[in-house]
């Protein structure tokens, strides 16, 4: 398989990077990169070179996609550009690995979007992922915290370290939230949400309300700008708290006294789109769960732009 990278600089601590050296490392060949202008793209070239890639670098998505021989494109670039690649990507059949959040809430006919995206996709017989990469600890979770059962899950709790602040940090980090709580109890309805704290240190609440009963979710977004930032999560009041050896970058999950060494999520779901374009499977975070946490989302963004526009007139 031969992929694209677009938008591969870690510019606005973006993570493009980070998914080509995984496509790379599971038998996947990035053979080049798209950038905005041509010293962009050069110099993201540039920088994949320490994971022993080399990309040619290009800055007219025309003109890559025409010279190269594509089977698939990741998508790691700002979200408000995500459906004209996704569009111009899937006209080409190719498949498409895209960075949450999937599409930009902001878009006022998103739902539409959504649909039009994944008839072309069928139509042209591309496989299409979002990289939501915490469903893949979930296994870890369970074995340091005890198993998950739908049926008994009451109350969901996260905590999430944005470097933006504000309305931005919604799509930023949300996509996590929802992606886990859909992975556990599957697709849901959720509340109105309630959000309280500042444009800093934000807190959603809302009810999700699924198949197997209703769960309590609240979701801390504290802004932190140094790395490694806090992150943590769990159910019914069980918490898995990551850390992260810096000098290895091994990934660590902490509940009391226990710690367990954690497989980066970020390659298992680049793994998982690797194989679903082999075998033809649906992805993990395919279709479903796309479209479910994306509309998810829309509706929370719109709740907090509805109601920070009131305090503005105020």
């Known amino acids: ?21 995984y496509f790379q490392k599971n038998g996947a060949r990035v053979v080049c990169v798209l950038g905005t202008t041509e010293d ?10 320490k994971y022993g890639i080399t990309a ?5 998505f025309a003109e890559m996609v025409s010279r190269e021989d594509l089977q698939a494109v990741a ?26 959040p999937f599409l930009d809430p902001a878009r006022e006919n998103l739902p539409a979007d959504l649909d039009d995206v994944f008839v072309q996709a069928s139509a042209g017989g591309g496989t299409v992922a979002m990289s939501s990469q915490w469903p893949f600890c979930l296994t870890a979770y369970e074995e340091l915290c005890g198993a998950l059962v739908p049926a008994r899950v009451r109350r969901f709790s996260i905590r999430l370290s944005p470097i933006c602040s504000g309305l931005a ?14 992975a ?17 240190d934000m807190t959603i609440e809302f009810t999700y309300t699924a ?36 000098a290895r970058y091994g990934i660590f999950f902490h509940s009391g006294d226990h710690r367990l060494p954690v497989a980066d999520p970020l390659e298992l779901c680049v793994r998982d789109f690797i ?20 509309r998810l989302l829309k509706q929370i963004y719109d709740a907090y732009f509805l109601q920070d526009d009131e305090k503005r007139r105020l």
């Open 56 to 60: 040619r670098p290009y800055h007219d």
């Open 75 to 100: 998508i790691a670039s700002p979200a408000d550009s995500h459906l004209g690649f996704l569009k111009a990507s899937l006209a080409r059949g190719l498949s498409v690995f895209c960075e949450k």
């Open 275 to 294: 194989e679903a374009c082999s075998t033809g499977r649906e992805p993990v975070i395919g279709r479903g769960h796309i479209v479910a946490t994306t």
């Open 169 to 182: 940090m919604i799509p930023d980090s949300v996509p996590h939230a929802l992606s886990i709580l859909h």
């Open 1 to 21: 398989m031969n992929v694209a990278i677009i938008g591969a600089r870690r510019a606005r601590n973006g993570i493009g990077e980070y998914i080509a050296n």
């Open 40 to 49: 962009t793209s050069s110099r993201a070239s540039w920088s994949l070179g």
């Open 184 to 200: 556990v109890l599957g697709p849901g309805t959720i509340s109105p949400p309630a959000f309280s704290g500042t444009d800093t």
């Open 211 to 246: 198949a197997h009963g209703r769960c309590a979710a609240s979701i801390a977004l504290v802004q932190e700008r140094e790395q490694p930032r806090s992150f943590w999560f769990g159910f019914n009041n069980r918490i898995a708290r990551r850390s992260i050896e810096t």
